[in-house]
């Protein structure tokens, strides 16, 4: 079983950058594939980004691409998200989720979620 729990969401305003961490539980951490989610107000938890155990590959949506950076840190058992340029479509929840083997984009494939930290984008 493996707790995550997520931090550094806020408000910031556009064009801003946040960093978010998500702390492992579980030290088989580099195990795991992680990936980033959001949910926005009314429409569908999405996926943002994902990246391997080993951090070696990574998949970004489209939508972030080139603004948003992942990276990990297994003798942490941390990932993070480096958000830049912000816009406030990027406004939601964002969760942290894990797996085992390889990155997936469909949430489905993720056992293991924390509780989501909230950000907002100002315009």
């Known amino acids: 079983q493996v707790q995550l729990v997520e931090s550094g969401g806020g408000l910031v305003q556009a064009g801003g950058s946040l960093r978010l961490s998500c702390a492992a539980s579980?030290?088989?951490?580099?195990?795991?594939?992680l990936g980033w989610f959001r949910q926005a107000p009314g429409k569908e938890r999405e996926f943002v980004v994902g990246?391997?155990?080993?951090?070696?590959?990574?998949h970004y949506a489209d939508s972030v691409k080139g603004r948003f950076d992942i990276s990990r840190d297994n003798a942490k058992n941390t990932v993070y998200l480096q958000m830049y340029n912000l816009k406030p479509e990027d406004t939601a929840v964002y969760y942290c989720?894990?797996?085992?083997?390889?990155?997936?984009?469909?949430?489905?494939?993720?056992?293991?979620w924390g509780q989501g930290t909230q950000v907002t984008v100002s315009s």
């Open positions: 579980d030290g088989t951490f580099s195990s795991y594939a």
């Open positions: 989720a894990a797996k085992d083997g390889p990155v997936r984009f469909g949430e489905k494939a993720y056992a293991y």
């Open positions: 990246i391997s155990g080993s951090g070696s590959s990574t």
